[in-house]
């Protein structure tokens, strides 16, 4: 996943890397008995009698291949991969020297992978820095901050925002219009959202695939704002990495897991991962992929290919995993 490219950066603070070993099994609520050595109980849990239906934009499996292809020879292009009730989540291209003005999230964080290309981001309270394949970016609620493509060719990125966190800027700033609105002078709390430990400014994925990380306090997380953990309506973003040459075999009968309120997403950081998803044909999705559970269906990933491999699960609530019964009635 190493764009192979020199990169110069400056090192913030708090942006520490990861340290992550070939893990055998999911991790941070992504498999049974996990959760902060919370244990599990028997429920009945409700399901529709007719499946969950893949509501445009959404489907399973979003191939980065195709993207490019449909938007062949534009520099500037979006593309919405997720809009639900929890997330809104968008490819977006950006030619080379194009610049977002300053802007910023009243009440949510926002998160960037990014995918091809440079792009330099300036987040108030941080020194600017350069990011590029592998790069994952988060900046906390209400803190201003720009992007722009450096270099010779147009940046991609995959940008995750929740539902309906519309974006605001700064009195000295001029709004990108939106067909619809229209933007009136006001003033807002100067309370802003900060970094710590768990939320740092960027990862540098390509530090774990090169074997020199440097440590942080979650080690296989990204984003660790759970809605019931005591922080603010955001998320989670948990980094899974796996060998698939060591995982126990697949079974006919694992369905996986469900989500009960909100749907499951997933970024594929590193090689290949291979889905199970209600009814949809098992599937396998490559590096820059992305694939979609909406709520309440079950499904099942499990690593792929002949190397490492690594996704990025997005959910929505800590613990929210709804897994098949291990006794007893099933229905």
Not at 126 to 154: C, H, I, N, W
């Amino acid at each position: 996943m190493r764009s192979g490219k020199p990169m110069t950066l400056v090192i913030l603070g708090l942006g520490l890397f990861l340290t992550l070993p070939a893990q055998q099994a999911d991790v941070h609520g992504q498999q049974r008995g996990a959760g902060g050595g919370r244990g599990q109980m028997e429920v009945w849990a409700p399901l529709p009698e007719k499946a969950s239906p893949f509501v445009p934009p959404h489907k399973p499996l979003t191939k980065i291949a195709a993207l490019l292809a449909k938007h062949k020879g534009e520099q500037n292009w979006t593309d919405t991969i997720v809009n639900d009730n929890l997330f809104h989540g968008d490819y977006i291209s950006m030619a080379p020297g194009a610049k977002t003005p300053r802007r910023f999230h009243q009440d949510n964080r926002a998160f960037w992978i990014v995918q091809d290309g440079q792009i330099r981001f300036t987040i108030e309270g941080q020194e600017p820095f350069v990011a590029s394949k592998g790069f994952l970016v988060q900046v906390p609620k209400r803190l201003v901050y720009s992007m722009e493509t450096v270099g010779d060719k147009p940046s991609l990125r995959f940008e995750v925002t929740m539902a309906n966190s519309n974006t605001m800027y700064p009195i000295d700033e001029t709004p990108t219009p939106m067909p619809g609105v229209k933007f009136e002078r006001a003033s807002v709390a100067t309370a802003k959202g900060a970094y710590d430990d768990a939320n740092v400014p960027f990862i540098d994925y390509n530090q774990t695939i090169a074997g020199h990380p440097k440590p942080k306090k979650n080690q296989d997380q990204f984003v660790g704002d759970a809605h019931d953990g005591g922080y603010v309506n955001v998320g989670i973003a948990n980094i899974i990495r796996g060998d698939p040459r060591t995982q126990p075999p697949a079974r006919d009968d694992d369905l996986g897991h469900f989500h009960l309120t909100g749907p499951e997403f997933w970024f594929i950081l590193e090689g290949q991962m291979e889905f199970k998803i209600g009814s949809v044909p098992i599937f396998v999705a490559d590096q820059g992929d992305i694939a979609y559970a909406p709520a309440q269906t079950w499904h099942r990933v499990r690593f792929a290919g002949n190397g490492m491999a690594t996704r990025l699960a997005i959910v929505s609530y800590a613990n929210s995993h709804v897994y098949q019964a291990t006794r007893g009635r099933s229905n």
